[in-house]
């Protein structure tokens, strides 16, 4: 099992690097585009250095891709726009085949359209992920997956053990989220934010609400809309028993600081389990590594993929 982290400049992707992730994965700016991308977030600045959600161009695409590979870290270009209609086609198709003479390892698809149109392109023997946009809930959905060309398949963090245990069985490499992401249908929801919108939307499903009623009205209430899990520590070994190929962290559009504890304390779990540590040396790691961890989410029994992973949809 490796850490698959997020990238959004050089500097980024040489951090990433440092603190233990194996494979990067980023998307490209393209001209063809004005607030939208190729690759699945729009183009905003994330940080006060000026850091884009998405690298500005093919030359500094170029560096990370040099110095990620001298350190044995592997790079996937984000390819995975929800849909690709017909007017995006050809621009899809110039940003495809860049990434490819300058070197990427494997391509992130999000949408049928895209898979067929990619594995078109590149040559046979190239690697091509399904992100989770294509909502593989099911064996059914994976085995698709499969027999269309994709070698890796990204699954929603709404599944359980037993979902997740037949998934893998189907031959294909199988990737989870570690922290955070969507709380509703992990990559089809319609709270739509973070696309280079003029106004800040924030993160709606996040959100504290205030709740007027006749009774009176309560602000700031807890994140009524939040269903979300946000932590797979305790279950990282039971993970790594059904094969699961990578954890992935989000999130390309923030700075890179506010995810280098997770790759940090996930890359360091993974390791300390492969060297027959318990789960109790893994956590006090966490704990040390990252001194809001436990607040943030033992305390909150924040945990993903466990047998409490439906426990909001029934309240």
């Given at each position: 099992m490796i850490v698959k982290a997020p990238v959004n400049s050089l500097r980024s992707a040489e951090l990433q690097c440092k603190y233990g992730a194996k494979e990067i994965y980023l998307g490209l700016r393209s001209d063809k585009l004005n607030r939208l991308s190729f690759s699945g977030r729009g183009s905003i600045k994330v940080d006060k250095k000026g850091s884009n959600s998405n690298i500005e161009s093919g030359e500094e695409l170029n560096k990370i891709i040099s110095h990620c590979h001298e350190k044995g870290v592997s790079v996937a270009l984000a390819a995975n726009c929800p849909s690709l209609p017909d007017a995006m086609k050809d621009g899809y198709e110039e940003y495809i085949n860049e990434v490819i003479e300058l070197g990427v390892d494997s391509i992130i698809v999000g949408d049928l359209a895209s898979l067929i149109l990619v594995r078109k392109i590149v040559p046979k023997d190239f690697y091509v992920?399904?992100?989770?946009?294509?909502?593989?809930?099911?064996?059914?959905?994976?085995?698709?997956?499969?027999?269309?060309?994709?070698?890796?398949?990204?699954?929603?963090?709404?599944?359980?053990?037993?979902?997740?245990?037949?998934?893998?069985?189907?031959?294909?490499?199988?990737?989870?989220?570690?922290?955070?992401?969507?709380?509703?249908?992990?990559?089809?929801?319609?709270?739509?934010?973070?696309?280079?919108?003029?106004?800040?939307?924030?993160?709606?499903?996040?959100?504290?609400?205030?709740?007027?009623?006749?009774?009176?009205?309560?602000?700031?209430?807890?994140?009524?809309?939040?269903?979300?899990?946000?932590?797979?520590?305790?279950?990282?070994?039971?993970?790594?028993?059904?094969?699961?190929?990578?954890?992935?962290?989000?999130?390309?559009?923030?700075?890179?600081?506010?995810?280098?504890?997770?790759?940090?304390?996930?890359?360091?779990?993974?390791?300390?389990?492969?060297?027959?540590?318990?789960?109790?040396?893994?956590?006090?790691?966490?704990?040390?590594?990252?001194?809001?961890?436990?607040?943030?989410?033992?305390?909150?029994?924040?945990?993903?993929?466990?047998?409490?992973?439906?426990?909001?949809?029934?309240?």
């Open positions: 992920t399904a992100s989770v946009f294509m909502e593989s809930y099911n064996i059914g959905v994976v085995q698709m997956l499969k027999h269309l060309g994709a070698n890796e398949v990204y699954i929603p963090h709404h599944l359980k053990y037993e979902e997740i245990e037949k998934i893998c069985d189907e031959g294909l490499n199988i990737g989870v989220f570690a922290n955070y992401g969507c709380s509703f249908s992990n990559g089809r929801c319609g709270l739509i934010h973070r696309w280079g919108e003029e106004i800040d939307m924030g993160i709606p499903c996040r959100a504290k609400f205030d709740i007027s009623s006749k009774n009176g009205s309560i602000k700031d209430a807890y994140p009524i809309l939040d269903f979300g899990l946000d932590c797979c520590l305790c279950t990282i070994k039971k993970l790594m028993d059904f094969n699961i190929h990578s954890l992935k962290l989000i999130d390309r559009a923030t700075p890179v600081e506010q995810v280098l504890p997770f790759t940090k304390v996930y890359s360091t779990a993974i390791k300390m389990f492969q060297e027959g540590k318990n789960l109790d040396e893994i956590k006090a790691m966490a704990f040390k590594t990252v001194p809001w961890w436990e607040n943030q989410f033992c305390a909150t029994k924040n945990c993903r993929y466990m047998d409490n992973c439906y426990s909001s949809y029934y309240i």
